[in-house]
T-cell receptor, first 112, second 112 residues
Framework: DQQVKQNSPSLSVQEGRISILNCDYT??????FLWYKKYPAEGPTFLIS?????DKNEDGRFTVFLNKSAKHLSLHIVPSQPGDSAVYFC???????????FGTGTSLTVIP | KAGVTQTPRYLIKTRGQQVTLSCSPI?????VSWYQQTPGQGLQFLFE???????NKGNFPGRFSGRQFSNSRSEMNVSTLELGDSALYLC???????????FGPGTRLLVL
């Protein structure tokens, strides 16, 4: 049972515009969320995190929004750059330790 | 600081064999988690080790096992390999609390 879902397998955006990647989850007990970026033949690279006690976290061009009532997480990239083209994964965890549940990823293409 | 390293990077085995993968975490990190990535399934959590003890376990059969040494290095073993075990195996390390995990480049296992 997929507890974290990324319903858009792919997304294309023009350079300079906003990219919005979405993630939905089913377990209301999740209390920590991460976004990762992954290039082919490499391991995922950490982008940004958010705790369930917050509803927004910013880091440079990346902002993550958390809507707990809707069980929805989104990552905004502004402005989008061609180097942002990669697969993006959201992940969530609950309880002690680092057992993370991952979505299946969204492939972002930023068109120059 | 050196990142997470995994060896070997590529491996070909035949059905019925066993395999051992190795992961060296970032210096000072005490938690190591293992994930399996297959096409269409995203990253599936296998297990987490912290201070040489298994702290969390995913929903994988007993053929998948692991251990952690006193220097925090971890190994994962898969016995009686099946074709479906072909995947990218990723390990991730963190300091130990609920926090960001940093991934290695992965070991690509092909079972023939």
């Amino acid at each position: 049972d997929q507890q974290v879902k990324q319903n858009s397998p792919s997304l294309s955006v023009q350079e300079g515009r906003i990219s919005i990647l979405n993630c939905d989850y089913t377990n209301s007990m999740f209390d920590y969320f991460l976004w990762y970026k992954k290039y082919p033949a490499e391991g995922p690279t950490f982008l940004i995190s958010i705790s369930s006690i917050k509803d927004k976290n910013e880091d440079g061009r990346f902002t993550v929004f958390l809507n707990k009532s809707a069980k929805h997480l989104s990552l905004h990239i502004v402005p989008s750059q061609p180097g942002d083209s990669a697969v993006y994964f959201c992940a969530a965890s609950v309880g002690t330790g680092n057992q993370f549940y991952f979505g299946t990823g969204t492939s972002l293409t930023v068109i120059p | 600081k050196a990142g997470v390293t995994q060896t070997p990077r590529y491996l070909i085995k035949t059905r019925g064999q066993q395999v051992t993968l190795s992961c060296s975490p970032i210096s000072g990190h005490r938690s190591v988690s293992w994930y399996q990535q297959t096409p269409g399934q995203g990253l599936q959590f296998l297990f987490e080790y912290f201070s040489e003890t298994q702290r969390n376990k995913g929903n994988f059969p007993g053929r998948f096992s692991g251990r952690q040494f006193s220097n925090s290095r971890s190994e994962m073993n898969v016995s009686t390999l099946e074709l479906g075990d072909s995947a990218l195996y990723l390990c991730a390390s963190s300091q130990g609390g609920k926090e960001t995990q940093y991934f290695g480049p992965g070991t690509r296992l092909l079972v023939l």
